[in-house]
């Protein structure tokens, strides 16, 4: 069993459109979570770390559910330049590495 | 702050060489490096963890002898592929953490992309 698992999509969407993005999570002593942008053939980079209480950055919107162990991602007002995949990770309590989602694959069609 | 480079970014070998990735934190002082691999449409696969000056922990499926890594310094660790076969071929992305602030984060490397012919 994954621990992190993601519907890898593709989700392709207008501009302008608002998208979310759902992740599950197995273990439920994973502590920390995030998600991250990666581009075609580039590194991932981080987008937001996701909190209990939910956080927002701009247009983008993470938040975190504990008791049904899943992770979302809002993007609203969606531009040509989010077109990417977008991937979960979490880390488990004591340990010290990300986990990874497939990611989902995001196209913002003009 | 916090940027980390990788050497080379791509690189093309023959069947049964071996082939060494360099990771290095140009910035700050990397207490724990970690090594990815990831294939065509698939997510980033925790290789290893190492801490400077301590022997690696591979993960389940990784054979440690064929994947070395060396962490001599809290800058540089290097991964290398040894008698390198085709479905080696992958993109690897490092990536460090530091201490204090910088331990709440995992930074990444460019990645580099390994094809073996």
């Known amino acids: 069993r994954k621990e992190v698992e993601q519907d890898p999509g593709p989700f392709n969407v207008p501009e302008g459109a608002t998208v979310a993005f759902n992740c599950t999570y197995s273990n439920s002593a994973s502590q920390s979570f995030f998600w991250y942008r990666q581009d075609c053939r580039k590194e991932p980079k981080l987008l937001m770390s996701v909190y209990s209480s939910g956080n927002e950055d701009g247009r983008f919107t993470a938040q975190l559910n504990r008791a049904s162990q899943y992770i979302s991602l809002l993007i609203r007002d969606s531009k040509l330049s989010d077109s990417a995949t977008y991937l979960c990770?979490?880390?488990?309590?004591?340990?010290?590495?990300?986990?990874f989602g497939t990611g989902t694959r995001l196209t913002v069609i003009p | 702050g916090a940027v980390v480079s990788q050497h080379p970014s791509w690189v093309i070998c023959k069947s049964g060489t071996s082939v060494k990735i360099e990771c290095r934190s140009l910035d700050f002082q990397a207490t724990t490096m970690f090594w990815y691999r990831q294939f065509p449409k698939q997510s980033l696969m925790l290789m290893a963890t190492?801490?400077?000056?301590?022997?690696?922990?591979?993960e389940q499926g990784v054979e440690k002898d064929k994947f070395l890594i060396n962490h001599a310094s809290l800058t540089l660790s290097t991964l290398t592929v040894t008698s390198a076969h085709p479905e080696d071929s992958s993109f690897y992305i490092c990536s460090a953490r530091g201490a204090g602030a910088l331990s709440y984060e995992q930074y990444f490397g460019p990645g580099t992309r390994l094809t073996v012919t």
């Open positions: 190492s801490n400077e000056g301590s022997k690696a922990t591979y």
């Open positions: 990770a979490v880390i488990l309590t004591g340990a010290n590495n990300l986990f």
